[in-house]
């Protein structure tokens, strides 16, 4: 039998550097191509297979397009899921749109439109209309995203995804286990199953163990589908991985369904991916399909394969082509004959060239739209409704600000079952029955004791220790409408989650143009003054999460303000980092009566602590209280110090810095992250451009060294600003 080349014919380009496969083929000595079921094997229902012929084709005639209209310069970048048409089809044939969850990666466009996306859709996303469902235009083709069809945001960093996919389905693991929420959140199914795929090239990534890890330990209804094309871009699979084959590393994990393919074969992916997924539905455990594929086409139009591959290992697998081998199947076995099966592709790529034509003519976003949805267009936190501040009425005995934010976490956790508290030690007792006869260890600083014991282990658990873990699970519950509120256990180890800190949490919303979102907090223990803390549990990085657009921060000082901005932070509809400051915890002079269960202080709505006329300190954390101190002391002197407390570093309260620095005519910056690019660096650049006709002085910047923080107490005081530092700067910015 003659290869059919027809099928996999490409338009021919000049400037690109991507061999048509056509061409691949054309080197070969003709072979026939293995179109015969196996004995085991039975043909699905004709229509079913035409369906997934249908998808297949055209997915690659969608890739051939897009590839010609890079080479016209009419799209910017292109990416193909050439060679993995056939499993893709296969999932997208036995999971359910709008039903089951989807995380799929760039290679996924053959499921995208088994599951209904459009080609009109996929080619809007090539060319970066506003109409496309994906993003809006705001990211790169094939970084797959549908709202209506669970098609979940995705983005560019391999291997972000599977952590979000566990917390998707995680999210419907305990929706099933608090009775609450049934009344409060919709679209959840006994049955549902979350899907995500990978390359062979991701499971060399640490949340691919992390996720296998914990969707194993839960026995959550994950299908994890690695399509394995042997290469990421040109690193070949047994440099990534030990012995070349992931699927027999993981064979230990248990509750895992582990099933392998030829996934360029459309007959035996269908029955692989149906065994997958009903072992899923059964709620017996995830499933892991390893699916051997090819990529006839180079990475993306911005690599060249045969840079790294020789002309034999191409030809090989063009061999293997599944569009190729299913369309010949499919003859020979009566299902169709050339003449239909001629007739299917004359009307997919009439359906493409059309689907092109309009998507040419898509309006591009407006240049003035670049900023919205950065945050939430629906709740504001900075609003009167988020401020109860003046008429706080307060009760009980002083609390430590470790008894405040616990409260705030108890009455909030009683308001809405939405909430769900987990991180490292964070519970009581995981083992719980030992609850009754231990005291709980309620996290390393006690902030969240007895959460376990009052609302149970279905809402407030334990976590690996993983941080990338936590934050990114979080993610995928909060896009199912759960309320995550986790724990980092130090700042100084949150380093891990940042991936999904940055490049998902505080980029959802914008990335998917407002159609998906993951509002929750962050609760990280920060910063110095505790001997011993040391290099790695002093640390006081602000400035790095300060500049994530997404992503808002806040800092208090004091009890009563950490029991107002937490709750704040929990009911609004963005990601929120909170900071809490050791130092902190349990200090006397910042303790609190108790404020009612609905108390909040708005973002962006800074404190004066202290009153004054001569200058103007700006700080926030532990150096509040240090501000006050110095104060005092200048006060003798006859200076009159004004200090600010921000509270909420992003977005921060610039009206309160204006109206007092215009008053004072000087003013300090005071704060215990380090002096170069950091926090108080903005703000003072700020005021120096903006309100520099004020100024009777340059503005002063009072922070920590250019260094780390020691274990030794004197080098520990002499890298942390002090009282003292701040008195001198306050004393030679009043002699200027």
């Known amino acids: 039998m003659k290869t059919d080349t027809k099928v996999l014919k490409l338009v021919r380009k000049t400037s690109s550097s991507v061999q048509p496969l056509e061409d691949t083929v054309a080197q070969l000595p003709q072979r026939s191509v293995p179109t015969s079921l196996s004995k085991d094997q039975q043909l699905p229902d004709h229509k079913l297979l035409l369906e997934m012929y249908r998808t297949m084709y055209l997915s690659r005639r969608l890739d051939d397009k897009e590839i010609q209209l890079k080479g016209q310069n009419k799209i910017f970048f292109q990416i193909s899921g050439a060679g993995h048409e056939a499993v893709l089809a296969a999932a997208g044939v036995v999971l359910k749109p709008g039903y089951d969850w989807f995380y799929p990666y760039y290679r996924d466009r053959a499921l995208c439109l088994q599951l209904g996306m459009t080609p009109v859709e996929q080619l809007l996303s090539a060319v970066g209309a506003e109409a496309d469902p994906n993003s809006h235009g705001r990211q790169m083709p094939s970084h797959w995203g549908h709202k209506k069809l ?31 929420l049934q009344e409060r959140i919709k679209g959840f199914h006994d049955d549902e199953v979350t899907y995500v795929s990978l390359g062979e ?35 070949p699979v047994e440099v990534q991985t030990a012995g070349g084959d992931v699927s027999r590393l993981v064979e230990g994990f248990p509750s895992l369904n582990l099933q392998r393919c030829d996934g360029t074969d459309a007959i035996e992916s269908l029955e692989t991916m149906r065994r997958a997924v009903d072992y899923c539905r059964q709620r017996k455990g995830p499933a892991l399909v390893h699916a051997k594929v090819i990529r006839p086409y180079s990475h993306s139009l911005s690599d060249d394969e045969r840079l790294y591959r020789p002309d034999e290992e191409r030809s090989t697998d063009a061999e293997r082509d599944p569009v190729k081998r299913f369309g010949a199947l499919l003859i020979d076995s009566g299902v169709i004959d050339q003449e239909g099966l001629q007739r299917i592709k004359d009307k997919a790529d009439r359906e ?189 990085g602000v400035s790095t999460f300060t500049q994530i657009p997404g992503l808002r921060v806040i800092y208090p000082s004091n009890a009563l303000d950490a029991n107002g901005l937490l709750r704040t932070a929990i009911r609004c509809d963005d990601p929120v980092l909170f900071l809490e400051h050791k130092h902190l915890y349990r200090q006397a002079y910042n303790k609190s009566q108790y404020p009612a269960d609905n108390f909040m202080i708005p973002f962006a709505k800074a404190k004066k602590v202290r009153e004054g006329k001569d200058l103007t300190i700006i700080t926030y954390g532990a150096l509040v209280q240090r501000s006050i101190v110095a104060a005092k002391q200048a006060e003798q002197d006859g200076t009159s110090v004004e200090i600010i407390d921000l509270r909420s570093l992003v977005p921060y309260d610039w009206d309160a810095i204006v109206e007092s620095v215009k008053r004072t005519n000087r003013v300090i910056v005071a704060h215990e992250d380090s002096l170069s690019f950091g926090y108080g660096a903005e703000i003072a650049a700020r005021i120096a451009a903006e309100l520099f006709e004020y100024l009777d002085a340059p503005v002063k910047r009072v922070c920590a060294l250019d260094t780390f923080v020691a274990y030794a107490p004197q080098l520990e005081d002499a890298i942390l600003p002090q009282a003292a530092d701040v008195a001198k700067a306050i004393a030679e910015l009043k002699a200027y």
């Open 150 to 180: 669970n098609i979940v945001s995705q983005s560019s960093p391999t291997g972000t995804q599977l952590l979000q996919a566990v917390g998707c389905a995680e999210a419907a693991y305990r929706f099933q286990l608090i009775p609450e």
């Open 201 to 235: 090239g991701t499971s060399s990534e640490g949340e691919f163990w992390e996720a296998l890890n914990t969707a194993c330990n839960l026995k959550l209804p994950v299908v994890f589908l690695v399509e394995d094309n042997g290469y990421a871009i040109s690193v």
């Open 352 to 540: 493409v060239n059309e689907a092109a034509d309009i998507a040419l003519a898509g309006v591009q976003p407006a240049q003035d739209t670049a900023t919205k949805y950065v945050f939430s267009p629906d709740v504001d936190p900075t609003s009167k409704e988020f401020d109860t501040e003046a008429d706080v009425q307060l009760s009980g005995n002083a609390g430590t600000m470790v008894d405040l934010i616990n409260r705030c976490l108890h009455t909030e956790m009683s308001r809405d079952p939405r909430i769900v508290l987990f991180g490292e030690d964070v519970a009581d007792c995981s083992r719980e029955q030992y609850l009754e006869s231990v005291k709980g260890k309620g996290g390393v600083f006690k902030v969240t004791a007895n959460l376990q014991r009052n609302f149970g282990s279905a809402r407030v658990f334990n976590s690996p220790l993983a941080e990338a873990n936590i934050v990114g699970r979080a993610i995928g519950m909060a896009t199912r409408g759960l309320k995550p509120v986790v724990e980092i256990q130090f700042f100084d180890y949150i380093w891990p989650a940042m991936h999904q800190i940055r490049n998902e949490l505080a980029l959802l919303r914008w990335r998917s143009g407002n159609e998906w979102k993951a509002p929750m907090v962050m609760r990280v223990p920060i910063g110095g003054y505790l001997k011993g803390g040391a290099v790695y549990h002093s640390q006081s």
